[in-house]
């Protein structure tokens, strides 16, 4: 009787080897949970800096064309940066040009904010969902008209013979949509290597 006892304990009390183990697939499970939460509260505060960067440069092109639209008598257009002595901008089409630079910005905004998944209201204000996940592929279709209205600017101004200064402002957008896709990028590989984590943790707990 007693020996039955004895062996109906051992049976009922748990191995402390197997009970560490639980506790390490625990604390590995939180870790990770962790520091996914962080991945996304830093791709969200980055992905908001750079949709801020946009909007601020969209804001000099904004301003050359209101310029243009208003000015009763302006025969040569100022290029709208903090230098010293104001520099003409001598391109033939300056309306067409400045429309095509924020048709390029707002295009590549938008081709980034729906690669991350984030909507206008959570740009702005609204906290998205921490396990929203990105997406990784780039509309191609939004990315390609933002390139495509974006080098327009800047070969106007080589085609005819601008000022390097000049040929660099009617490129910025370009470097803006290149911003972008590098951030987002960068931000997908990191997602990567964090899933890449949990996959071996699942790799090792089966073997």
Same mark, same amino acid.
């Given at each position: 009787m007693e020996g039955l006892q004895r062996r109906f304990q051992s049976k009922?009390?748990?191995?402390?080897?197997?009970?560490?183990?639980?506790?390490?697939?625990?604390?590995?499970?939180?870790?990770?949970?962790?520091?996914?939460?962080?991945?996304?509260?830093?791709n969200l505060a980055i992905q908001r800096g750079i949709i801020?960067?946009?909007?601020?440069?969209?804001?000099?092109?904004?301003?050359?064309?209101?310029?243009?639209?208003?000015?009763?008598v302006l025969s040569v257009p100022r290029i709208p940066v903090p230098l010293a002595q104001p520099i003409p901008s001598m391109i033939p089409v300056p309306e067409f040009a400045a429309m095509m630079s924020l048709v390029s910005i707002y295009t590549s905004i938008y081709t980034f904010a729906t690669a991350c998944r984030l909507s206008a209201l959570e740009i702005v204000w609204k906290?998205?969902?921490?396990?929203?996940?990105m997406t990784g592929q780039v509309n191609v279709l939004t990315a390609s008209l933002a390139g495509f209205s974006g080098v327009i600017s800047p070969c106007i101004a080589l085609w005819d013979m601008g000022s390097?200064?000049?040929?660099?402002?009617?490129?910025?957008?370009?470097?803006?949509? /290149?911003?972008? &896709?590098?951030?987002? +990028?960068?931000?997908?590989?990191?997602?990567?290597? /964090?899933?890449? &984590?949990?996959?071996? +943790?699942?790799?090792?707990?089966?073997?």
């Open positions: 009922n009390t748990p191995n402390p080897e197997d009970e560490s183990e639980f506790l390490d697939e625990e604390e590995q499970e939180r870790l990770l949970n962790e520091l996914r939460e962080q991945n996304e509260r830093s801020l960067i946009g909007v601020l440069v969209s804001t000099i092109y904004a301003i050359f064309f209101y310029d243009l639209a208003t000015a009763k906290q998205p969902s921490l396990s929203r996940g390097t200064i000049e040929i660099i402002f009617w490129s910025i957008p370009l470097f803006v949509l /290149i911003l972008m &896709l590098l951030s987002l +990028r960068m931000m997908v590989q990191v997602e990567g290597k /964090i899933d890449d &984590l949990d996959k071996a +943790r699942y790799k090792y707990k089966g073997a």
